[in-house]
């Protein structure tokens, strides 16, 4: 079925926080102000959704999701989606440009903002979204940059600045601990394994035995080779983040399961193969 050739059906969307009462934004004003809109636009309004005592930073509204359901159910007859404005739908840039140019746009449906005069479906609408593309890629490099800068200064101030948490260890109350148990293994591996077991051997004990890996159903050769190769096993580590590269040394950050003598030794062995 094909959108309306006649009369433009939009849905409606108003929200007010619980802090923004005092605002010029109540429920029935945004109401009003979009009835009028579309009136003046000659606009079939067929369905507003309201969420009240909501932030816009929260997606997990009910009006908010029960209009994303009417959408996906409708979108071959809604052409539109009205807010007074922008903010009522999100306060956050990355959020709403995400709303309009990936979620509104596969179910080929436009925004329109009454007091922004910002409409999706003309020229001048579609190059203000080109410009709020624009500032919206500068926030999120901005918050990429944040975010980098805090994981290395943590780094350096020799605490954990993110990353994945080794067989051996767990996350409790936002501090690595050992994991007493599988301590247990990963000495247990690094012994097997300078005594003379193939990796692919320890794996096949490993399951046989019903241990479980961190990942993945079953132990597997490379994930033997991968633990007797961790350093961190040691109490040393090198902080590498995807982004920084930056090869920080860390101590003490994780608790050492086994002694740096029996670490030479496999390093050693390794070596040799």
Known sequence: MQKSKGLKKVIGYVRVS?????????ISEQKRKIEAYCSSQDWQLVELFIDEGFSGSNIKRPGYQNMMKYLSDNSNEI??????????????????????????????????SVTESFDTSTHIGRMMLGILSTFGEFERETINERTKGG???????????????????????????????QSKVVKRIFTEYLEGDSAN??????????IKPKRGKAWT????????????????NTYNGKKEKNNIRQKGIFKAIISRQLWNKVQTKLSEQ
Do not use: C, W
Request: charged content about 30%.
């Open 201 to 210: 051997k320890i794996a096949k004990r490993l399951n046989n035995e019903g």
């Open 18 to 26: 619980s802090e923004s009462q005092l605002e010029n934004t109540s």
């Open 221 to 236: 050769a490379k994930q033997v080779l991968l633990t007797v190769k961790n350093e961190t096993y040691t109490g040393f």
């Open 151 to 181: 994981r290395l200064a943590r780094a350096n101030e020799n605490k954990r600045a993110g990353g994945s948490i080794p067989y051996g260890y767990k996350l409790e109350d936002g501090q690595v601990k050992a994991d007493e148990a």
């Open 79 to 112: 052409e539109a989606v009205v807010v007074l404005k922008m903010d009522r739908a999100h306060r956050n840039q990355l959020n709403l440009l995400k709303f309009i140019k990936e979620e509104l746009s596969a179910l080929e449906v436009d925004f329109v």
